[in-house]
């Protein structure tokens, strides 16, 4: 199993949050209206159901009005999602110098873990969230789209490229493989994340094992492709002179206006 370097240890939600009181307080930097709704839903969703949670609900905990929460969020959908982007600043503005001469799997695994270090303050809520978004498969389709843009940040991190055929592959097996490893990092109540480390390093195994696999598939029918895209090219030309001869043989088919027989005169 992959080692992890050593980092401080997470902080709760409550001792974020109060850490964020005491700067501003001291004239610190003031958090963003987006920053102070997204903190709201977070607490709130840590003390009560999910579906008992209004907007109105939010915009009163965060001290906005409704007008101001609109502005900034369509649903509250929408304010769940804006988390991911809090996170992902949290774990790009960390130093990856370290990582530079690792290997890929260690540099993935130890951005992903930073990941769920960014995590941790809400990690009662997104216990609680998640178990109420297992039944709703739309909300699970729309974070699902969340969370392709941030692990596109999330393997820039870690020098992997996103671009090319494979690519999107690539991209959407991380998101199910954090996925996976979130679900047993929920129930991990292990300072050390033994169990969650476990996962997260047997689920990038796979996932190279899958890409490996994917990657050879490419290259083995590479031929096949070639010869379909030529196929269709020929046949496109083919139409395209087809085309031209009808419009041609119609051209000779309709007599000009120098030739057209006129009318007898009465």
């Given at each position: 199993?992959?080692k992890?370097?050593g980092?401080?240890?997470?902080?709760?939600?409550e001792?974020?949050t109060?850490?964020?009181?005491?700067?501003?307080?001291?004239?610190g930097?003031?958090?963003?209206p987006?920053e102070?709704?997204?903190?709201?839903l977070?607490?709130?969703a840590a003390e009560?159901?999910w579906?008992?949670?209004?907007v109105?609900?939010?915009?009163?905990?965060?001290g906005?009005?409704?007008a101001?929460?609109?502005d900034l969020?369509?649903?509250?959908g929408a304010?769940l999602?804006?988390?991911?982007r809090?996170?992902?600043?949290k774990?790009l503005e960390g130093?990856?110098?370290d990582?530079a001469?690792?290997?890929t799997?260690e540099?993935?695994?130890?951005?992903?873990?930073?990941?769920?270090?960014?995590?941790t303050?809400?990690?009662?809520a997104?216990?609680?969230?998640s178990y109420?978004?297992?039944g709703?498969p739309?909300?699970?389709?729309a974070?699902?789209?969340?969370a392709l843009?941030?692990?596109r940040?999330?393997?820039a991190?870690?020098g992997?490229?996103?671009?090319?055929?494979l690519?999107?592959?690539k991209?959407?097996?991380?998101?199910?493989a954090?996925?996976?490893?979130?679900?047993?990092?929920?129930d991990?109540?292990?300072?050390?994340?033994a169990?969650?480390?476990?996962?997260?390093?047997?689920?990038i195994?796979?996932g190279?094992?899958?890409?490996?696999?994917?990657?050879?598939?490419r290259r083995?029918?590479?031929p096949?492709?070639a010869?379909g895209?030529?196929?269709?090219?020929r046949g496109?030309?083919?139409?395209?002179a087809r085309?031209?001869a009808?419009?041609?043989n119609?051209?000779r088919a309709?007599?000009?206006?120098a030739t057209?027989?006129r009318?007898?005169?009465?």
């Open positions: 199993m992959a992890r370097p980092s401080p240890k997470p902080e709760t939600h001792t974020a109060n850490a964020v009181s005491t700067e501003v307080a001291a004239g930097t003031k958090p963003s987006r102070a709704a997204v903190e709201a977070m607490r709130l009560q159901p579906n008992d949670i209004e109105g609900d939010i915009a009163r905990e965060a906005l009005s409704l101001e929460l609109r969020f369509p649903s509250k304010v999602g804006g988390l991911s809090i996170i992902d600043r774990v130093d990856n110098a990582l001469d690792e290997p799997r540099r993935l695994f130890d951005v992903l873990m930073r990941r769920l270090d960014a995590m303050p809400y990690k009662d997104l216990r609680r969230i109420a978004l297992r709703d739309l909300s699970m389709l974070l699902n789209g969340v843009n941030s692990h940040y999330m393997l991190a870690a992997i490229n996103t671009e090319g055929p690519g999107r592959l991209l959407q097996g991380v998101v199910i954090f996925a996976r490893t979130v679900e047993v990092w929920l991990d109540d292990d300072p050390a994340l169990r969650t480390m476990a996962r997260l390093d047997k689920e195994r796979n190279e094992r899958f890409m490996e696999r994917a990657d050879d598939a083995l029918t590479a096949f492709r010869l895209r030529s196929l269709l090219d496109g030309r083919a139409r395209r085309h031209a009808d419009e041609r119609e051209d309709t007599p000009s206006a057209r027989p009318p007898s005169e009465t």
